[in-house]
């Protein structure tokens, strides 16, 4: 089983839509939890962290489920701009230990 | 202030040559990290530093690659030689050392493509 499991995608949505992407991490112990943004050709850049209690950001909502192991990403009133691959990333410890991705979900907003 | 930087953005290098890829870190970051996403692979890690030591090398994939950090301040990825396998996007990343939130936050340089013919 993979340490970070998302579905690929990809989401084709229009303008003004909600989307929601999940992910799922197999180790009980991880202690942060993130949501990265990629561009075509691009590094990976923070788009929030995600906490216990749920954040949001704008447009942008990330839930953390630790029972269930599961972490969450709403954006709403997508834009053309929001096109992407958004990467679940975990990291084991809350110290300074590498980060774990997973493979991303590709987004395309559409007009 | 600069971020993440790499060197070279892309290299094409034919099998059993060696290729040298560099990273200068945000300054004042003493985490610096290395990853590799292969195609149609998840971004993996490759190793840490904490400033001129190597914390974690346990993703390194053989003893082809050899990273430094001499200084505590720029650092060097070798492959020598390579294979077409080695074929992929490089990417390195830097934090500060945790004494705050700040440590969590890792920030990424462009890459570098490395294609192995």
């Known amino acids: 089983r993979k340490e970070v499991e998302q579905d690929p995608g990809p989401f084709n949505v229009p303008e003004g839509a909600t989307v929601a992407f999940n992910c799922t991490y197999s180790?009980?112990?991880?202690?942060?939890f993130f949501w990265y943004r990629q561009d075509c050709r691009k590094e990976p850049k923070l788009l929030m962290s995600?906490?216990?209690s749920g954040n949001e950001d704008g447009r942008f909502t990330a839930q953390l489920n630790r029972a269930s192991q599961y972490i969450s990403l709403l954006i709403r009133d997508s834009k053309l701009s929001d096109s992407a691959t958004y990467l679940c990333?975990?990291?084991?410890?809350?110290?300074?230990?590498?980060?774990?991705f997973g493979k991303g979900t590709r987004l395309s907003v559409i007009a | 202030e600069a971020g993440v930087t790499q060197f070279p953005s892309h290299s094409v290098i034919e099998k059993g040559q060696t290729v040298t890829l560099r990273c200068d870190p945000i300054?004042?970051?003493?985490?610096l990290y290395w990853y590799r996403r292969v195609m149609g692979k998840e971004i993996k890690f490759l190793l840490h530093?904490?400033?001129?030591?190597?914390?974690?090398e346990s993703g390194m994939p053989n003893n082809r690659f050899l990273a430094e950090r001499t200084g505590g301040t720029y650092s060097t990825l070798k492959v020598q030689p390579a294979e077409l396998e080695d074929s992929g996007v490089y990417f390195c990343?830097?934090?500060?050392?945790?004494?705050?939130?700040?440590?969590?936050?890792?920030?990424f340089g462009q890459g570098t493509r490395l294609t192995v013919v």
């Open positions: 990343a830097s934090s500060q050392l945790l004494g705050g939130r700040q440590g969590l936050v890792a920030f």
């Open positions: 180790n009980s112990a991880s202690q942060s």
């Open positions: 995600v906490y216990s």
């Open positions: 990333v975990v990291n084991m410890n809350s110290g300074n230990t590498p980060l774990v």
């Open positions: 300054s004042g970051h003493d985490n």
């Open positions: 530093f904490v400033k001129e030591s190597k914390q974690d």
